[in-house]
């Protein structure tokens, strides 16, 4: 399949028509939010949907998120708007908070992968608001990365994984989130977050009072039948070993370069991704830096660029010193755990 490029600036967003034409006959876009790049097709077309499956590899019992450009968009997709899922939209919409909500017959069960409920979004991009408004139906769109691969965060990144395999991709240029949006159910019983993300419990509490997160993320196992299919998968995963150390940062320190001196003797290329704080503790050339430590959202920004940048240098392992999960750092450690599949080490 030919894939067409085409770069997007903010000053003139007319140049969307002819994506927002492939949308509305039936095929794929990748195009940026401000999370991630998200890979875009109509919502209530079950075989455009399906084609979303087949261009990531993607599990079909992995619902999709559904993006709307105004509120007037969610009516018809959803039985029931609450009070306080009202109150929610209200507080964070246009942005990164996915609501989980009790769907109508209109969603396609490929869309949700035959659950009884939607999950919906409206980012908080110029770019896809006005991509969903041109073509005029809500678009479904999960990250737009091969499945297990780290989620793009620019248009370079979506076409190392999806050249040939989908018709367009708008380079909107670098999401500045960088993490994927909060998934929050609100279709039963108390709020519960299954993803974190860019809206932070915190923040949630602040507008709805009492909201818990789901018992995978607390226990850091995956269960067998998660309320959010997609987490029980390996995630976001560079091609290079993943390795989280968590701890005093001197001792993380010692224990790393110890480390990845064994790797270099192994004849394994090992690269460092850690806090700018910390970079004087690591010999040159072996590390990239996240960002500060008291800046948490630049790890968010940064981490799965990151993962991509060390699997282009050859990294077979990959180092990565833990942040502290308070606010966005939540988000930034449940990706860089399912990245690590356990290889975890505490050092305190
Ligand atoms: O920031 C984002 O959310 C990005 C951008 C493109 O909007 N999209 C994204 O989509 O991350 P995806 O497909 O990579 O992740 C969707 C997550 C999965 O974990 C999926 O299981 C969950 O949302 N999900 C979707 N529908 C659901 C539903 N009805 N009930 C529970 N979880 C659902
Ligand atoms: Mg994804």
Same mark, same amino acid.
């Given at each position: 399949m030919?894939t067409?490029?085409?770069?997007?600036?903010?000053?003139?967003l007319?140049e969307?028509?002819q994506?927002?034409?492939?949308i509305?006959?039936?095929?794929?876009v990748a195009?940026p939010t401000?999370? %991630?790049y998200?890979?875009?097709?109509?919502?209530?077309?079950?075989d455009?949907?399906?084609?979303?499956f087949k261009a990531k590899?993607?599990p079909?019992?992995n619902?999709?998120?559904v993006?709307?450009a105004?509120?007037?968009?969610?009516?018809?997709l959803?039985?029931?708007?609450?009070?306080d899922?009202k109150?929610?939209?209200a507080?964070f919409?246009p942005g990164?908070l996915?609501l %989980?909500l009790?769907k109508t017959?209109?969603?396609?069960?490929?869309?949700?992968?035959?659950l009884?409920s939607?999950?919906v979004r409206?980012?908080?991009?110029?770019i896809a608001?006005e991509?969903?408004?041109?073509?005029?139906?809500?678009i479904?769109?999960?990250?737009?990365?091969r499945?297990?691969r780290p989620?793009?965060?620019m248009a370079?990144?979506?076409?190392e994984?999806?050249?040939?395999?989908?018709?367009?991709?708008?380079d909107g240029?670098?999401?500045k989130?960088?993490?994927?949006?909060?998934?929050l159910d609100?279709?039963d019983?108390?709020?519960?977050?299954?993803?974190?993300?860019?809206?932070?419990?915190e923040?949630i509490e602040k507008?709805?009072?009492?909201?818990?997160?789901?018992?995978?993320l607390?226990t850091?196992?995956?269960?067998?039948?998660?309320?959010?299919?997609?987490?029980?998968?390996t995630?976001y995963?560079?091609?290079?070993d993943?390795i %989280?150390v968590?701890?005093?940062?001197?001792?993380?320190?010692q224990?790393i370069?110890?480390?990845a001196?064994?790797d270099?003797?192994?004849g394994?290329?090992?690269?460092?991704?850690?806090?700018?704080?910390h970079?004087?503790h690591?010999?040159e050339n072996?590390t990239?830096?996240?960002?500060?430590?008291s800046?948490?959202?630049?790890?968010?920004?940064?981490?799965?660029?990151?993962?991509?940048?060390?699997?282009r240098?050859?990294?077979q392992k990959?180092y990565?010193?833990a942040?502290?999960?308070?606010?966005?750092?939540?988000a930034v450690?449940?990706r860089?755990?399912?990245?690590?599949?356990g290889?975890f080490?505490?050092?305190?």
């Amino acid at each position: 399949m030919e894939t067409k490029y085409k770069k997007v600036a903010l000053s003139d967003l007319t140049e969307l028509a002819q994506p927002a034409e492939a949308i509305k006959q039936g095929k794929l876009v990748a195009f940026p939010t401000e999370t %991630v790049y998200g890979l875009g097709a109509n919502a209530l077309d079950g075989d455009a949907v399906r084609s979303i499956f087949k261009a990531k590899g993607r599990p079909n019992d992995n619902p999709l998120i559904v993006h709307i450009a105004d509120t007037s968009m969610l009516e018809p997709l959803v039985t029931e708007i609450t009070p306080d899922t009202k109150k929610l939209i209200a507080a964070f919409w246009p942005g990164p908070l996915t609501l %989980v909500l009790k769907k109508t017959l209109l969603v396609p069960d490929e869309t949700t992968a035959g659950l009884d409920s939607v999950a919906v979004r409206m980012p908080d991009h110029p770019i896809a608001l006005e991509l969903i408004r041109k073509s005029g139906v809500p678009i479904a769109a999960p990250s737009a990365n091969r499945s297990g691969r780290p989620s793009p965060t620019m248009a370079e990144h979506v076409a190392e994984d999806m050249h040939g395999r989908i018709s367009w991709i708008v380079d909107g240029g670098s999401c500045k989130v960088g993490v994927e949006s909060t998934v929050l159910d609100m279709s039963d019983g108390i709020p519960t977050i299954l993803r974190p993300g860019g809206i932070t419990p915190e923040m949630i509490e602040k507008v709805i009072g009492r909201v818990q997160l789901d018992r995978s993320l607390i226990t850091g196992k995956s269960v067998e039948k998660p309320r959010s299919p997609g987490m029980k998968y390996t995630h976001y995963a560079p091609r290079g070993d993943v390795i %989280v150390v968590s701890g005093e940062h001197i001792k993380v320190a010692q224990w790393i370069n110890h480390s990845a001196e064994e790797d270099r003797k192994a004849g394994l290329k090992a690269v460092i991704l850690s806090a700018t704080e910390h970079l004087s503790h690591y010999p040159e050339n072996t590390t990239l830096s996240y960002g500060s430590l008291s800046h948490p959202e630049e790890a968010a920004t940064n981490i799965f660029r990151l993962f991509r940048q060390s699997d282009r240098n050859g990294a077979q392992k990959i180092y990565v010193e833990a942040i502290p999960k308070d606010g966005i750092g939540l988000a930034v450690m449940d990706r860089i755990e399912k990245a690590a599949a356990g290889r975890f080490i505490r050092l305190d």
